[in-house]
């Protein structure tokens, strides 16, 4: 078995941990919208960093005692974090913590969003910690209250009152990205402030399976990230944050050049919810899928292998009122092209349950559009269990 996997970066009070730590504008963000100048052809990122430092923050974390079963992250007795944590997701071994561990801190990062002190971060940055605490550009130490987060997205929505007015960051459009685009990140690896890397993006769209949230199609860049760096912004030239930083992919527990990074717009679509309700409903077309392979392409005579072919439709599900069978092939989904079996999840996810969406559909050689009522994915997690594989979807 190989050894990479994915981890999430953070620092648990000098011991390494193995796990990587909105809805409008900001009004600035149109006056922010300038490329970054160039230097030797290359491009200069001096202003965008001057411009959004301020706004970038660390997150503290403090746990009294151990942190709740399943956290990410927690490191094992006698067990390197990296080991750990192949042992916990793909064996499922819990082992009991050593003393030092009982009382630990978590470092992350995070970003200001709005200037009377909303937040933006990752949720295994503060999951399940007994108090929270954000420091400043400008060195002051603020407390913070966690407003709401949603471990599927893997975001938290944090508020501090700083007694006035706080630097933001712009808000991007992260649809836009396109892989060789440069980007750059602002945070707190290993807990130095204000750390600036910077990379390229490598592809977009990217799903990482069902253990690692399906209903979230990652940007994947090059750009080092490493623990601590967690919850922090990723920029595009126009000083705009298109993604927060979330995991890497390694077999070490250290940036090994592949980085991801959670899409501004899946956050931002979430932010709302979390500041009314403190949890985040989804989208729920109730589909089994799987891709279409060369098999499917051969079988069905297809021109090409496109789209996500239909395996179960769920009984009383939005898929089965509108229509769909097994064996339909989804080509797109709300206007949205489904290259891929993996592209549909995130689209369904982000889709406000009671919304009526088209769906394109390849049944017997022909192409028809039905219309779909979007249900709502369960809350409950043994809900979601017991829909199997059609709950992603």
Same mark, same amino acid.
């Given at each position: 078995?190989? +050894?990479?996997?994915?981890?999430?970066?953070?620092?648990?009070?000098?011991?390494?941990?193995?796990?990587?730590?909105?809805?409008?504008?900001?009004?600035?963000?149109?006056?922010?919208?300038?490329?970054?100048?160039?230097?030797? %052809? *290359?491009?200069?990122?001096?202003?965008?960093?001057?411009?959004? @430092? #301020?706004?970038?923050?660390?997150?503290?974390?403090?746990?009294?005692?151990?942190?709740?079963?399943?956290?990410?992250?927690?490191?094992?007795?006698?067990?390197?974090?990296?080991?750990?944590?192949?042992?916990?997701?793909?064996?499922?071994?819990?082992?009991?913590?050593? #003393?030092?561990?009982?009382? +630990?801190?978590?470092? %992350?990062?995070?970003?200001?969003?709005?200037?009377?002190?909303?937040?933006?971060? /990752?949720? +295994?940055?503060?999951?399940?910690?007994? @108090?929270?605490?954000?420091?400043?550009?400008?060195? !002051?130490?603020?407390?913070?209250?966690?407003?709401?987060?949603?471990?599927?997205?893997?975001?938290?929505? *944090?508020?501090?009152?700083?007694?006035?007015?706080? #630097?933001?960051?712009?808000?991007?459009?992260?649809?836009?990205?396109?892989?060789?685009?440069?980007? *750059?990140?602002?945070?707190?690896?290993?807990?130095?402030?204000?750390?600036?890397?910077?990379? &390229?993006?490598?592809?977009?769209?990217?799903?990482?399976?069902?253990?690692?949230?399906?209903?979230?199609?990652?940007?994947?860049?090059?750009?080092?990230?490493?623990?601590? /760096?967690?919850?922090?912004?990723?920029?595009?030239?126009?000083?705009?944050?298109?993604?927060?930083?979330?995991? &890497?992919?390694?077999?070490?527990?250290?940036?090994?050049?592949?980085?991801?990074?959670?899409?501004?717009?899946?956050?931002?679509?979430?932010?709302?919810?979390?500041?009314?309700?403190?949890?985040?409903?989804? %989208?729920?077309?109730?589909?089994? &899928?799987?891709?279409?392979?060369?098999?499917?392409?051969?079988?069905?005579? =297809?021109? !090409?292998?496109?789209?996500?072919?239909?395996? /179960?439709?769920?009984?009383?599900?939005? @898929?089965?009122?509108?229509?769909?069978?097994?064996?339909?092939? &989804?080509?797109?989904?709300?206007?949205?092209?489904?290259?891929?079996?993996?592209?549909?999840?995130?689209?369904?996810?982000?889709?406000?349950?009671?919304?009526?969406?088209?769906?394109?559909? *390849?049944?017997?050689?022909?192409?028809?559009?039905?219309?779909?009522?979007?249900?709502?994915? #369960? !809350?409950?997690?043994?809900? !979601?269990?017991? =829909?199997?594989?059609?709950?992603?979807?």
């Amino acid at each position: 078995m190989s +050894h990479t996997h994915l981890v999430r970066s953070r620092i648990f009070s000098g011991l390494l941990g193995c796990a990587l730590g909105v809805g409008v504008m900001a009004p600035s963000a149109v006056a922010w919208a300038q490329a970054a100048p160039t230097v030797g %052809g *290359l491009p200069d990122f001096t202003g965008i960093v001057e411009r959004n @430092a #301020p706004a970038v923050v660390h997150v503290e974390a403090k746990y009294s005692g151990r942190r709740p079963k399943g956290a990410n992250g927690v490191p094992l007795q006698g067990i390197d974090p990296g080991q750990a944590e192949i042992f916990r997701r793909f064996f499922g071994m819990p082992m009991m913590p050593s #003393p030092e561990e009982q009382k +630990h801190t978590s470092l %992350g990062s995070g970003f200001i969003i709005s200037s009377d002190g909303y937040i933006l971060t /990752n949720n +295994h940055v503060v999951d399940g910690a007994d @108090a929270v605490t954000v420091r400043l550009q400008d060195r !002051r130490t603020l407390t913070a209250k966690v407003i709401g987060t949603d471990p599927t997205y893997d975001i938290a929505l *944090l508020k501090v009152d700083a007694g006035g007015s706080l #630097p933001t960051v712009a808000i991007g459009d992260s649809k836009l990205l396109k892989p060789g685009q440069w980007v *750059l990140a602002i945070g707190s690896p290993f807990g130095f402030d204000y750390t600036v890397t910077q990379g &390229i993006v490598s592809a977009v769209g990217r799903n990482l399976g069902a253990r690692d949230q399906p209903s979230t199609a990652f940007i994947q860049t090059d750009v080092p990230i490493n623990r601590g /760096n967690s919850g922090g912004p990723l920029f595009n030239l126009q000083g705009q944050v298109v993604g927060i930083n979330s995991q &890497i992919y390694s077999d070490t527990g250290g940036y090994q050049g592949v980085a991801f990074s959670i899409p501004i717009d899946l956050a931002m679509n979430a932010v709302d919810q979390l500041k009314t309700k403190g949890y985040v409903t989804r %989208g729920m077309l109730g589909v089994e &899928i799987k891709p279409v392979d060369d098999d499917v392409v051969k079988a069905l005579k =297809l021109d !090409r292998a496109r789209g996500a072919i239909v395996v /179960n439709v769920s009984p009383d599900s939005a @898929a089965q009122k509108a229509g769909l069978q097994s064996g339909d092939i &989804i080509l797109s989904y709300n206007g949205q092209d489904v290259l891929q079996g993996t592209d549909l999840p995130p689209l369904v996810a982000m889709t406000k349950p009671g919304s009526t969406v088209p769906v394109k559909i *390849l049944r017997d050689g022909k192409e028809k559009t039905v219309e779909a009522t979007i249900g709502a994915m #369960p !809350r409950d997690q043994n809900a !979601r269990s017991a =829909l199997g594989k059609a709950a992603p979807s």
